[in-house]
């Protein structure tokens, strides 16, 4: 005799219709995907054989010369500036641009301060050497003083450790102790008290952390080249840079 167990709950019924209409759009959604893919490789296939004018390579050296010189004499002009009264040590600094219009020198700079793609960003430690990179990449970059909401959000939300050279989401302790143990630092919550209080051991958590990859949200804007004080995009934004943090977190 089979005992039916009278307090069982009756399985939710899903109609047919349902059933069908989630196998169209998760097939609509297969194709979908394949095709986007198939245009990708298409383009950067066409774009290995595109024919370049000689006036477009003319422009590219122009721009990208012109960008050296500008660099020179945005350096020059902080030299004869009185010392900048900075109001944090903590700077968190964002690639805004591409590589259009780049000089080597500055892609170099940019490559040592990890900032190798796009809305990547990383923390940094305020002082005359760090200021000097920025100052020569400022129309590539932006920054500011981060606030200690937005650091424990980066942290939480899109933190990852350097393993291997490799990146690993900060999502167990036991990772965190393991590179950073020696250093008293064991779980999450450290690192975020190094990096928002710029700590004695920051330039080892700073390295340790990953780029942190930000949002791109929808329709965002390319940014220009002009300073955030005169009206751009680039540059120094001080505190207001947690707005800018808040809309690509």
């Known amino acids: 005799m089979v005992m039916v167990d009278e307090d069982a709950k009756p399985l939710n019924y899903v109609h047919e219709t349902v059933l069908r209409k989630r196998k169209v759009n998760e097939e609509w959604a297969i194709k979908k995907r394949e095709r986007v893919d198939a245009k990708k490789r298409r383009y950067a296939e066409n774009k290995k054989f595109a024919i370049k004018r000689p006036e477009q390579f003319v422009k ?121 143990g020696k250093y008293g630092i064991i779980c999450i919550e450290d690192i975020v008290h190094q990096i928002a209080t710029v700590g004695p051991h920051f330039k080892t958590v700073a390295s340790f952390l990953w780029p942190f990859k930000l949002k791109r949200p929808e329709r965002f804007p390319t940014m220009k080249k002009k300073p955030y004080k005169n009206g751009g995009d680039s540059g120094n934004r001080e505190e207001h840079i947690n707005e800018f943090i808040e809309m690509l977190n």
């Open 60 to 180: 590219e050296y122009r721009d990208k010369e012109l960008d050296r010189v500008r660099a020179r004499r945005r350096l020059l002009k902080l030299r004869k500036l009185p010392a900048i009264d900075l109001k944090s040590n903590l700077l968190f600094v964002i690639r805004t641009r591409g590589k259009n219009d780049m000089s080597p020198q500055t892609g170099k700079v940019l490559r040592r301060l990890r900032l190798r793609h796009i809305l990547s960003g990383v923390f940094l430690r305020a002082n005359d050497s760090v200021l000097r990179m920025l100052t020569s990449v400022e129309p590539f970059i932006t920054y500011g003083y981060p606030n200690l909401k937005n650091v424990r959000e980066l942290v939480y939300k899109k933190g990852c450790g350097m393993i291997d050279k490799q990146p690993v989401p900060l999502t167990d302790n036991n990772v965190i102790e393991q590179a950073l």
